[in-house]
């Protein structure tokens, strides 16, 4: 999980939208766009532009999919954590904690470890065992 410090404005105007929180609470697992429509009883036009909002702020992610017959569509789901707002006498901050730039982190911190960002396995001997007590 990361945080990220967010404008105050920015954020009270974003989550002060019932679609767009509707968007994130429904986008706990992906969601089409026809689908959170659908749930939230709005056009699907608004959903593509709450979409489009929470996208850009990394908020939420987008993937796509095929159907059986193999003709592709886009889900949603949410990389939104936490979300927290404190004040003091400077005024609001808030910071927001996705799980999206997780993978990115862990990617830059194997990559310095040693580790190909492509998948492979390092050269440590640990994955191959190495080290490890025989339990045999």
């Not at 929470?54 to 017959?69: C, I, M, P, S, Y």
């Amino acid at each position: 999980m990361s945080s990220k410090q967010w404008d105050p404005e920015t954020v009270f105007d974003l989550f002060g939208d019932e679609t767009a929180r509707g968007v994130l609470l429904l986008s706990q697992r992906p969601r089409s766009a026809e689908d959170l429509a659908e749930e939230l009883d709005v056009s699907l036009p608004t959903v593509y532009r709450r979409t489009k909002q929470l996208t850009k702020f990394g908020l939420l992610a987008e993937h796509v999919r095929a159907d059986e017959n193999k003709n592709r569509y886009r889900v949603f789901e949410t990389t939104l954590d936490r979300l927290s707002v404190a004040l003091d006498e400077e005024g609001f901050h808030v910071d927001v904690d996705t799980t999206g730039q997780l993978d990115d982190r862990f990617r830059a911190f194997w990559t310095d470890l040693g580790g190909s960002g492509s998948g492979e396995r390092a050269a440590t001997g640990i994955a191959d065992g190495e080290g490890l007590p025989n339990r045999s």
